[in-house]
């Protein structure tokens, strides 16, 4: 009588208490996370139809939420608490030396004026910004860029999806965050191989210095040129491999060689690294 009273209960106390879910998101896919403490409750990738997202904007933002939604629903979390991990096309970032070794007085202003000099795939005229500064001299901020009509688009996306969002995030700040604990002094990279292109985050005293794009993992012998030309200008010290296992563990071994490095880490976590990242930042 106990187990059926508490299966009946169970829809109303998922709604009276709503579990925090974390969503990355991607053109190809969504993963869907859940703790409960340390330990992984759940973990999902579910792939999304073709042009449903391009280039980390939603084009079809009813199917989208209905996805997210009755996914939620059949899982047994109906009116979550979102944070999501927006996909990496949808921000960009940068680290800004300030001119003249000081603070500006509107540092928003200044990096407008000289949007320009910073090669970004788009225009800031219709972006939010976000300036965090960044220890040491001269004096330097790290620039987080969103274009607003996506963001405003995967506001939506969650509103039709009937579930509260409570934040969104860039996939770097989370990669870097999820790699935090391993990382020391020096130059510390984080690799991230897939399928179809890869990326390098690197760090130096434990903040950012560069992100480069890289060719797939599958393509090793432009990979390994491309890693030796980089290592030869940043000397890293450490680096931290994240993506896909099966893709980047037959390149482990040559890593190092590749970047000139004694140390070669993997991230060891249950769920994707950006993922971890996000839930580390409610951890703080």
Not at 25 to 50: I, K, N, S
Not at 59 to 71: K, N, R, S, Y
Not at 203 to 220: H, I, K, T, V, Y
Request: hydrophobic fraction near 45%; aromatic fraction near 6%; proline fraction near 8%.
């Amino acid at each position: 009588m106990l187990s059926g009273l508490q299966d009946q209960l169970a829809p109303l106390k998922s709604w009276l208490f709503p579990r925090r879910v974390y969503l990355q998101l991607e053109d190809q896919a969504f993963t869907a996370m859940v703790l409960d403490g340390e330990r992984v409750e759940w973990l999902e990738r579910v792939p999304l139809p073709e042009g449903l997202c391009v280039n980390g904007q939603p084009t079809a933002v009813e199917a989208l939420g209905d996805l997210v939604g009755d996914l939620l629903i059949e899982r047994g979390f109906p009116g979550a608490r979102v944070k999501a991990v927006l996909p990496r096309a949808a921000t960009v970032w940068r680290v800004i030396a300030w001119p003249d070794a000081h603070w500006p007085d509107q540092p928003e202003v200044v990096v407008r004026q000289q949007q320009d000099q910073l090669d970004l795939p788009w225009s800031l005229q219709d972006a939010d910004l976000r300036l965090e500064p960044l220890i040491g001299a001269p004096p330097r901020s790290l620039l987080v860029a969103v274009q607003r009509g996506l963001l405003e688009a995967w506001i939506e996306v969650f509103s039709q999806a009937g579930v509260a969002l409570d934040g969104m995030e860039p996939l770097p700040i989370c990669l870097w965050r999820a790699a935090e604990p391993q990382l020391g002094q020096g130059v510390q990279v984080l690799l991230q191989l897939e399928e179809e292109q890869s990326w390098l985050l690197a760090l130096d005293q434990g903040e950012p210095l560069g992100e480069w794009s890289l060719p797939a993992a599958s393509n090793a012998e432009q990979l390994h040129q491309q890693l030796g030309l980089w290592a030869k200008r940043y000397n890293p010290a450490l680096a931290v491999v994240l993506g896909d296992e099966d893709l980047s563990k037959p390149l482990r071994s040559r890593l190092g060689q590749w970047l000139g490095c004694d140390q070669v880490a993997v991230a060891s976590h249950e769920a994707p690294a950006a993922l971890w990242g996000l839930a580390r930042g409610d951890q703080r």
